[in-house]
């Protein structure tokens, strides 16, 4: 069973920066398009940032310009590169598939604090 393990989140201040990484425990991870998700209280998820196998990328309006995903195929692992910080960011970060794909069973996340 593939494993996802989102890590980097943590409490910064309005305008700051993260950097997230997500691990996924199988090899398999290259042949597939994967995207950043986030879920903020009360919300629902929505997808942040998505790259394709041949790292393409797009970006939510709402993060556009100041978030940049990527990816190590060689080390199964992708990022999400977060700079200007706004509240409205404030939420639990996850990695999965890219939209329209089976998704892998769905990890912890890792919790994104924007406030000052």
């Known amino acids: 069973q593939v494993q996802l393990v989102e890590s980097g989140g943590g409490l910064v201040q309005p305008g700051g920066s993260l950097r997230l990484s997500c691990v996924v425990s199988r090899s398999i991870f290259s042949v597939y398009g994967m995207g950043w998700y986030r879920q903020a209280p009360g919300k629902q998820r929505e997808l942040v940032a998505r790259?394709?196998?041949?790292?393409?990328?797009y970006y939510a309006d709402s993060v556009k310009g100041r978030f940049t995903i990527s990816r190590d195929n060689a080390k199964n692992t992708m990022y999400l590169q977060m700079d200007s910080l706004k509240p409205t960011d404030t939420a639990v970060y996850y990695c999965n598939k890219d939209v329209g794909l089976p998704k892998f069973q769905w990890g912890q996340g890792t919790q994104v604090t924007v406030s000052s």
């Open positions: 790259i394709t196998s041949g790292g393409s990328t």
